[in-house]
C-alpha cells in the first residue's frame, strides 16, 4: 500500500537506498543528516532521506536570494497567476497527496486530504490577492504633496514546519510569500520530508513553466543545523516558524538578534466554554472533533473544557458516552488511519506516546481522576491496530484545578474538564494560560456572544461561538498571541508581514515647506 502511494508522486520506493532531501532550484542534493520517515501507523519505513549540510543550506539559501530578484520583478497579478498555476498541480494530485500525509504524519484520511484542500484554498486566496493587496494614499498637510504607503518584497522567506500539519501551513507560506514578490526556502519537521518532497517535485515545473527559478521555492529536509542555519541567516528576512514554544523561544531570539522578522506560531492550551444556555447537542459535536479529531495533534485542538455546573453532568455522562464508544461499537474507531471509517488515527512517534503516558500520570499521581473507561496505551494487535504503530486511547480527566497540566500543551487527545459558576469566571480561566491561540464559548445568548468577543473576552487570536476550536479557513488570519507568539500566516492582514512597507512623501510643487510648522528659514 505505501508503495503505491509513493509511486503515485514519483516518490521512490526502495528503501534501501537513501532519497536526496534539499532542492536548491536545480538540483536534488544531500550529503548532510539522515533523516527516516517511518509510517505511524505500521511504524514500517517509508524512506531514508538524505538531508542538508550547513553549506548545502547556505547555498540553497543563495540560490533561493538569486531567485527573489527575478520573483520580485514579475508583477504581482503574473505571480498570482504562477500560484494558480501551483493549484492546478495540487488538485491533480489532491488523493494521492492526502494519503501521503495519512501514511507519514498518521492523520486520518480525510484529514489528510483536508490539509491539501486548505492548500488550495489558500492558493486561490492569494491568487486573488496578488490583484487586491494594496498600499494607501494618504493626504499630505503641505500643499501639492502627497504620501504613500507601499509594500515591496523582503527577498527570502524561511519556512519551517511542523510534523502535524506537514502540507498546509507550507502552502500558507508559500502562496503568501510568493504573490507579495518573495522567494521561499522551506525546511520541513525531520519526520515528514517525504510530504515536502512531493509537494516541491509537483511544484518545481510550475515555475519552470512560467519562467522563474524553481529555486524560488527552495526545500532543505534536515534537522537542527539546517534549522539553525536558516534562523541566523541576515539572507532570509523573515522566517515563519511552527513548532514548540520551547523552540519559537529560541528562534524568536535568534532572529532578533540580527534584527530579522519573526511570524511564530506556537503552542496552543484551546479551551471550549459550555455555558447554561448552549445547545448541548452542538457543544458535544464540536468538543470531540476538537479534542479527538487528528487525535488530538493539532495546535488549535481542545485541551480544557468548561462546563457551566447547571449542565455539567450531562454533558459530561453524554460525552463519556461517546468517548466509550470508542471501541468495538465503531462509533469512534480508533485505528489505520487510511481506512475511511477510522475517526483516531495513532500518534506521530513514539516519544508522543511516552508524552501522553507520562502526564496522564503526572494527573492522577497529584490527585486526578481519568474519566473516561479507557486510558493509556493500546496494545500493538489489540483492537485490530498494527502492532507497531503509536496507539493511545483518548481520554478526558480531570485534573486537580492546581494542577501544572492545566497550564502546558500536551499533544495527544487528552482533555481537561472542570466547572464554573459564571461566563466571567470561565473567561478569566480561559485566558489564565500562558498560550493564546484558540477558544470557543458554546451560548445562545447574544449578551454572552458581545462579552466573549470584545476587551473583556477571550484573549486568543481566534475565538469562535457554537464551533469548535480547531479547523479554521484559511480566510481570516491564523495564529494566537501571548506564548502563542503573536503571528499571523494565511489570511487577513497577514500578508503585511511578508512585506517591507515604506512611507513615501512626493513633493509635485515647486516649493519645500515642512510639516509640523517647522521654519528652517533657508
Ligand atoms: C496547526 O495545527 O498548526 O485550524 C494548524 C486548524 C487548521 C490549521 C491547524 N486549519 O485546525
Known amino acids: 500500500r505505501a508503495s503505491k502511494i509513493l509511486s503515485s508522486l514519483d516518490l521512490p520506493i526502495d528503501t534501501n537506498k537513501t532519497i536526496p532531501g534539499v532542492f536548491d532550484g536545480s ?26 549540510t550547513v553549506a548545502e543550506t547556505q547555498a540553497a539559501i543563495k540560490a533561493s536570494f538569486e531567485a527573489s530578484k527575478l520573483v520580485r520583478k514579475m508583477p504581482a497579478p503574473k505571480r498570482g497567476e504562477i500560484v494558480r498555476q501551483i493549484r492546478e498541480a495540487l ?96 525546511k520541513p519537521a525531520p519526520s515528514t520530508p517525504l510530504s515536502s518532497i512531493a509537494i516541491t517535485k509537483l511544484i518545481q515545473p510550475v515555475f519552470e513553466k512560467n519562467g522563474l527559478p524553481a529555486a524560488a521555492a527552495a526545500l532543505v529536509c534536515g534537522g537542527v543545523d539546517v534549522g539553525k542555519t536558516l534562523v541566523g541567516s541576515e539572507e532570509v528576512p523573515l522566517i515563519s516558524f511552527t513548532g514548540s514554544e520551547k523552540v519559537g523561544k529560541e528562534v524568536g531570539k535568534a532572529v532578533q538578534d540580527r534584527f530579522g522578522k519573526a511570524i511564530l506560531e506556537l503552542g496552543g492550551n484551546n479551551a471550549v466554554i459550555v455555558d447554561e444556555d448552549a445547545d448541548l447537542g452542538l457543544a458535544l459535536q464540536g468538543v470531540l472533533f476538537a479534542a479527538v479529531g487528528t487525535a488530538g495533534q493539532r495546535c488549535t485542538s481542545t485541551r480544557r473544557l468548561l462546563l457551566h455546573k447547571s449542565i455539567s453532568a450531562e454533558f459530561l455522562s453524554r460525552l463519556l458516552k461517546m468517548y466509550d464508544s470508542t471501541q468495538p461499537g465503531n462509533q469512534l474507531l480508533v485505528g489505520d488511519p487510511l481506512n475511511p471509517s477510522t475517526l483516531i488515527g495513532p500518534l506521530h512517534n513514539q516519544a508522543a506516546v511516552e508524552k501522553y503516558e507520562s502526564t496522564l500520570a503526572g494527573i492522577t499521581s497529584r490527585g486526578g481522576e481519568i474519566l473516561t473507561a479507557r486510558s493509556g496505551r493500546i496494545k500493538g494487535g489489540d483492537f485490530g491496530v498494527e502492532e507497531k504503530g503509536n496507539w493511545v486511547w483518548p481520554v478526558v480527566a480531570r ?50 456572544m458581545g462579552k466573549w468577543l470584545g476587551p473583556d473576552g477571550s484573549d486568543c487570536g481566534i475565538v469562535n461561538i457554537n464551533v469548535g476550536t480547531s479547523g479554521a479557513e484559511i480566510g481570516a488570519g491564523f495564529g494566537g498571541n501571548k506564548s502563542t507568539g503573536w503571528g499571523r500566516e494565511s489570511g487577513g492582514d497577514a500578508w503585511k508581514q511578508y512585506v517591507r512597507w515604506s512611507a513615501a512623501t512626493v513633493n509635485y510643487s515647486s516649493k519645500l515647506p515642512l510639516a509640523q510648522g517647522v521654519n528652517f528659514g533657508i
Open 399 to 448: 485534573p486537580k484545578k492546581d494542577d501544572p497540566c492545566w497550564k502546558e500543551e500536551t499533544f495527544a487527545p487528552i482533555l481537561y474538564v472542570q466547572e464554573f459558576d459564571t461566563l466571567e469566571e470561565a473567561i478569566q480561566i480561559n485566558n489564565g494560560v500562558p498560550q493564546g491561540l484558540s477558544s470557543s464559548l458554546f451560548t445562545s445568548n447574544v449578551q454572552s
Open 91 to 186: 488538485l491533480s494530485k489532491v488523493d494521492e497527496l492526502g494519503d501521503l500525509v495519512s501514511l507519514e504524519m498518521g492523520k486520518i484520511k480525510s484529514e489528510g486530504r483536508g490539509e491539501v484542500v486548505e492548500f488550495i484554498d489558500v492558493c486561490d486566496y492569494a491568487t486573488g490577492l496578488s490583484r487586491s493587496m494594496k498600499g494607501n494614499v494618504l493626504p499630505s498637510e503641505r500643499p501639492e504633496h502627497v504620501i504613500y504607503e507601499n509594500p515591496n518584497p523582503l527577498g527570502v522567506v524561511g519556512i519551517l514546519s511542523a510534523f502535524n500539519f506537514p502540507v498546509a501551513v507550507y502552502g500558507w507560506n508559500l502562496t503568501i510569500a510568493l504573490v507579495t514578490g518573495n522567494a521561499t526556502i522551506w
Open 27 to 52: 538540483n536534488w542534493l544531500g550529503s548532510g543528516e539522515e533523516l527516516i520517515s517511518e509510517c505511524p501507523a505500521t511504524g514500517e519505513v517509508l524512506g531514508r532521506i538524505k538531508g542538508g
